[in-house]
C-alpha cells in the first residue's frame, strides 16, 4: 500500500472509531492506510490519552508551515551540486555549509543525491567508493627484507601525530602487471603523493619514492612501509632523505591506516583492475589535487593541501 497522508476527513473517522474501542490495526483497514500512519499519528497529536481531529489538523498545518520555512534555496542546492562535482562527500558539504550560516543536513544530502538518481541525474557517481571485502584463507608468510627495522623501533611521537614529517607509503596495482601506483602520505596533515611507474619492482617504487618527497626533505623524519619486496630499497630511500624508513608487522594495514584510507579515495579516480597503461599523468595529478583539497573530518573539516602548504612555509 503507497503512503498517503491522512485529510481531515480520515481524522475525524480516526477520532470516531477509537471512542467506539476498535484497535488500531481495525482503523487502519477501515480507514485504508498502513497502521504504522494510525500509531505515527496517534503519536504526534495525541495529548493526554485523547486524541482531537481539529487540534491534530491544526497541529499538522503548523508542522508543514514551519517545514517550508526551512525548504533548502535554490542558489544553496546548486551549491551543493558543485561541490559534490569535485567529489565532495556530503558530510564535508553539510559541515562547511552549516559552518558558513547556510545549514544543511547530510542527510538531507544524501536523499537529495538519492532522488536525482532516481530522476536520471549522476551525482551517485561522485560519492565515495564502499569498503573493500578483504578474502579469508590462508595467510602467506611475509617476505624477509634485509636490514628491515621494526615499527616497534619507531619513535613514539610518530603515533601521536604532534610533529609534521612522519609518512606512510603503500603501492596500488594495476590490471595484470601494467603497472603500479605509489602512494605516500603525511600523517598529520593527511597531505597526498601518487606517481604511476612501469611496474612494482624495488629499482622503480625507490626511484619514485625519492622523487616524490625530494623537494620536502626537510618535512620527512620517518617513512612506515608494509613487508612487500617492492620496499627492499628502504637503506637507499633512507639515505637519499636524510631519514628513518621503518617496517609494519605483517598484515597489520591499520599500522598505516591512514595511507590505507587514502588509496580507497584513489579507487574513485582509477577503478580496481584498470590497465595503467591507460591512464595518464595529467589523471593521476587531477586524482592527487581532487583528494588533497577535499576537507577532512579528522582535521576538523579543513583540507590537508592547506594545511601541509602552512606548515611547510613555515618549516
Request: net charge positive.
Amino acid at each position: 500500500m503507497s503512503y498517503q497522508q491522512l485529510t481531515e476527513g480520515r481524522r475525524y473517522q480516526i477520532s470516531a472509531l477509537l471512542e467506539l474501542g476498535i484497535s488500531v490495526s481495525e482503523i487502519a483497514k477501515k480507514v485504508k492506510c498502513h497502521r504504522a500512519t494510525i500509531y505515527r499519528e496517534l503519536k504526534r497529536n495525541r495529548t493526554s490519552d485523547l486524541y482531537c481531529p481539529v487540534q491534530a489538523e491544526a497541529s499538522t498545518m503548523e508542522r508543514r508551515k514551519a517545514a517550508r520555512k526551512y525548504r533548502i534555496p535554490v542558489e544553496r542546492i546548486e551549491f551543493i551540486k558543485l561541490l559534490l562535482s569535485i567529489d565532495w562527500s556530503p558530510e564535508q558539504i553539510a559541515n562547511v555549509l552549516t559552518s558558513a550560516g547556510a545549514p544543511v543536513s547530510h542527510e538531507w544530502i544524501y536523499q537529495y543525491i538519492a532522488f536525482d538518481k532516481r530522476t536520471g541525474g549522476k551525482l551517485y557517481r561522485h560519492l565515495r567508493q564502499g569498503h573493500k571485502r578483504y578474502r579469508k584463507g590462508q595467510r602467506v608468510k611475509a617476505p624477509t627484507i634485509k636490514h628491515a627495522v621494526s615499527i616497534d623501533e619507531r619513535p613514539s611521537v610518530v603515533d601521536t601525530r604532534e610533529r609534521y614529517g612522519d609518512w606512510e607509503i603503500n603501492t596500488v596495482l594495476g590490471k595484470h602487471g601494467s603497472g603500479a601506483i605509489v602512494t605516500i602520505l603525511e600523517r598529520k596533515s593527511r597531505f597526498y603523493l601518487i606517481k604511476k611507474v612501469v611496474s612494482k619492482s624495488a629499482v622503480e617504487v625507490t626511484k619514485a619514492t625519492i622523487e616524490m618527497l625530494m623537494p620536502y626533505k626537510h618535512l620527512v623524519h620517518t617513512i612506515t612501509a608494509d613487508n612487500g619486496r617492492e620496499f627492499a630499497g628502504h637503506q637507499e630511500i633512507a639515505e637519499a632523505l636524510e631519514a628513518e624508513l621503518y617496517f609494519a608487522h605483517p598484515y597489520s594495514s591499520w599500522e598505516r591506516g591512514a595511507n590505507e584510507n587514502a588509496n580507497g579515495l584513489l579507487r574513485q579516480y582509477v577503478k580496481k583492475g584498470t590497465d595503467l597503461r591507460t591512464v595518464t599523468d595529467e589523471q593521476i595529478e587531477f586524482a592527487q589535487t581532487r583528494i588533497n583539497n577535499r576537507p577532512k573530518k579528522c582535521l576538523g573539516f579543513k583540507q590537508p593541501a592547506v594545511i601541509f602548504k602552512t606548515m611547510a612555509m613555515v618549516a
